[in-house]
């Protein structure tokens, strides 16, 4: 009985372990084909793996918990009906079902592990695959698209930015502008500004306000007496040379 309990449990390990891998192959084919969706219509790439993740853990996660007999003994013709008889009376130790199970034994030995994989189910599928890639490549080389939908979204964004965000406080002009043309501008309208003023306020104007000595044609040095003048250049000099 424990001999024919681990020839269950062979069985369903070699079986998940051959599902497993077309899993994967099913896997790498929808990711191709994500992937092609998505460049002709030019939308994030990038995140194509998101979906096949959750494919394949999915798939992965119901091979692993499905112990069918039924599939075996259909994989199997030479196992039909006996394989789920001899499972079914696992409670039961009588001669007829010892020799049913020494039998069933015997045919699990001489079966091989290649036998549980679907060669010609792989060879379709890869097909596909090698056809989805050959699709992806020419639409790489000849960068077919049917719809930008990246160059959509981001203008959108920038279009509910400027309207829901900005509601009107900054102008269009300036929206469109990096932060270093803002500063020259400004810069540019201040010295326009400083211009324009110049401009308005006659030159007359401005030499009035302006003190009386500036204008002068004697400088303070020429107002003290020759005297007061040599005595202060002396002062200096005394004190330069300390």
Do not use: C
């Amino acid at each position: 009985m424990d001999e024919f309990r681990r020839a269950l449990r062979e069985i369903y390990t070699v079986r998940a372990i051959a599902q497993l891998f077309l899993v994967i192959v099913e896997g790498i084919f929808v990711f191709l084909v994500i992937y092609l969706f998505l460049s002709l219509i030019n939308l994030y790439r990038e995140f194509t793996i998101i979906p096949v993740l959750f494919f394949i853990a999915y798939r992965a996660w119901r091979v692993v918990t499905r112990k069918d007999l039924k599939e075996v003994e259909k994989e199997h013709p030479e196992l039909s009906e006996r394989l789920r008889t001899a499972a079914d009376t696992m409670q039961h130790n009588n001669f007829i079902v010892m020799k049913l199970r020494l039998s069933i034994i015997k045919t699990l030995r001489s079966m091989k592990v290649s036998s549980f994989f679907n060669f010609k189910e792989l060879m379709k599928k890869l097909g596909y695959i090698t056809g989805v890639s050959f699709v992806i490549i020419m639409v790489g080389v000849y960068n077919i698209q049917i719809i930008d939908m990246e160059g959509l979204i981001e203008k959108g964004l920038i279009t509910s930015l400027r309207e829901k965000l900005l509601k009107g406080h900054i102008a269009d002009s300036l929206l469109g502008n990096s932060i270093d043309n803002i500063n020259d501008e400004f810069a540019l309208n201040n010295l326009n500004n400083v211009n324009a003023l110049r401009l308005q306020i006659p030159q007359e104007s401005l030499a009035e306000d302006l003190p009386e000595d500036i204008f002068g044609g004697k400088s303070f040095e020429e107002t003290l007496p020759k005297k007061k003048r040599i005595y202060i250049r002396n002062y200096f000099s005394k004190v330069r040379n300390y």
